[in-house]
């Protein structure tokens, strides 16, 4: 890339930077999205499909307008995920398809080579990376470059989806730029418990200044102070304090501070002030990069084939990921070498997820167009017509409820769909069933509840 290229780029960066602002260009521009300028192309090259679609749809108008404003409005913008082919405004040529970085499922055979050591993200080590928590760890990489300006930082997840490994790694970033002290990480359970052994005495001005004279304070499992009064009233004169005075806060819980009842609506106000990102269960390329790690981290070798049958069959959370695997360590001591797939499939026969919830998202895929009516090809077609879209949310719905699919996975199976059209599908079917609603299926019409069971009966749950 010539000097003059490279100018061009950094001020069409610059132009951006003042028309979004710092944190959103630092969350989905950040050091992963590579800028490439060519002939009268300017292409941005993203980590994943989720970004480059996310990237192209939201932010292709601004940064047309920023080419405007400075005469560039020549140039073409193409959007690509590495080692994919572009993405363009235009229809690309025809073009064999090429290997993506994106993590796809691995087919239970023996692998021709060990499974590649994972390489931790920018600023949050030894945490794996995907579509199921990449906006968090970015929007965190975002704050820990300049702590205060996005506070409170709230993150939430199922059980083993990576929020408490999140809180701790941004904690172990903190702890090191910052006073002995003053960075504070906590689950609620614990400031509860001080703030009670605090009111015994005189011990109450000691616990506030610990817990407000910091830069940064990190609380996890928030939800353990729902029906505490007096320690709510507490954290919340804690949160307005150390908002005020510009410090980062950090929290995590199950669910995002709407969904949590009981907090009360001033603090949930304050909770969701900051920014509030989502965690999901890792997917399968997450879930072995996990299984990889922890063996590296027990210093064990594991065969490929049993490793990725018991990434296919533990459940998604990571905890179990990692408690099947200290149980095959055990083993293999005992047994001086390693385990067969047939002996890891016996001994682990408890920790895998009862047969009947085992669902693929092409069984889901056969029962609807089997209930329905409808070829499957129309189901992940472009179609709009009411006889294949209610159909094909139903598909949605049913792959999240019975498979350990993320939102982008299902949305790629169902027609290279973006992962908010999986979350949208997933809240209309959802008002359906509330609203007992009917749907058109192969013979006539019925309500969504029994096209539903119909559709279950097909794969057997």
């Known amino acids: 890339m010539t000097t003059d290229e490279m100018t061009i780029i950094s001020a069409i ?7 979004i602002g710092h944190d959103k260009f630092d969350i989905w521009f950040d050091q992963s999205v590579t800028w490439h300028l060519s002939d009268s192309t300017l292409c941005l090259c993203a980590p994943s499909r989720f970004n480059a679609e996310r990237l192209q749809r939201v932010y292709q108008s601004k940064l047309n307008a920023v080419l405007a404003s400075l005469s560039q409005s020549h140039l073409k913008l193409s959007f690509s995920v590495a080692d994919e082919v572009p993405s363009t405004s235009e229809p690309p040529p025809a073009t064999p398809p090429t290997h993506s970085a994106v993590a796809h499922e691995i087919t239970l055979k023996p692998a021709p080579q060990p499974i590649p050591s994972h390489r931790p993200g920018v600023g949050i080590p030894s945490l ?27 993150v939430h997840g199922p059980s083993g989806s990576g929020k408490s490994h999140l809180l701790q790694s941004i904690y172990n970033k903190f702890r090191g730029r910052v006073k002995a002290g ?59 304090t150390l908002i005020r005075t510009g410090k980062q806060l950090v929290f995590s819980a199950k669910h995002s501070p709407t969904e949590i009842h009981g907090l009360g609506s001033d603090l949930v106000a304050r909770m969701a002030s900051g920014l509030v990102c989502g965690l999901e269960a890792p997917d399968f390329g997450m879930r072995q990069q996990i299984a990889h790690q922890y063996c590296q981290h027990l210093g ?14 533990v459940y998604s959370d990571a905890r179990h990921i990692q408690g099947a695997i200290n149980r095959i360590s055990v083993l293999q001591q005992l047994s001086g070498g390693q385990l067969s797939c047939e002996e890891a499939s016996h001994q682990l026969a408890d920790l895998f997820e009862r047969p009947q919830r085992n669902v693929r998202i092409s069984d889901i895929e056969n029962a609807v167009c089997e209930v329905f009516g409808v070829d499957r090809k129309k189901l992940k077609s472009t179609a709009k017509a009411k006889n294949i879209s209610q159909p094909r949310m139903l598909a949605m719905w049913l792959a999240r409820k019975y498979t350990k699919a993320a939102y982008s996975e299902i949305g790629d199976y169902f027609g290279k769909r973006a992962h908010n059209t999986v979350i949208s599908a997933q809240q209309r079917v959802a008002d359906w069933i509330e609203k007992d609603s009917m749907v058109t299926y192969a013979h006539g019409q019925c309500r969504v509840r029994e096209a539903l069971r119909r559709c279950e009966a097909q794969f057997g749950t």
């Not at 064990?300 to 069959?313: A, T």
């Open 300 to 313: 064990i070798e594991v065969d490929s084939v049993v490793l990725n049958m018991l990434v296919e069959r």
């Open 182 to 240: 003053h960075a504070a990480y906590l689950t609620a359970e614990q400031f509860t418990t001080h703030f009670l052994e605090s009111l015994q005495g005189n011990g109450l001005p000691s616990f506030r200044r610990k817990h407000r004279d910091v830069e940064v304070l990190i609380i996890d499992d928030i939800e353990f102070f729902v029906g505490k009064q007096a320690t709510m009233i507490e954290f919340h004169y804690t949160v307005d």
């Open 13 to 19: 960066r610059n132009s951006l930077v003042d028309e």
């Open 128 to 154: 794996v990376i995907g579509q199921s928590n990449h906006i968090a760890v970015n929007a965190a990489k975002a704050m820990l470059d300049r702590p205060g300006t996005i506070s409170p930082f709230f």
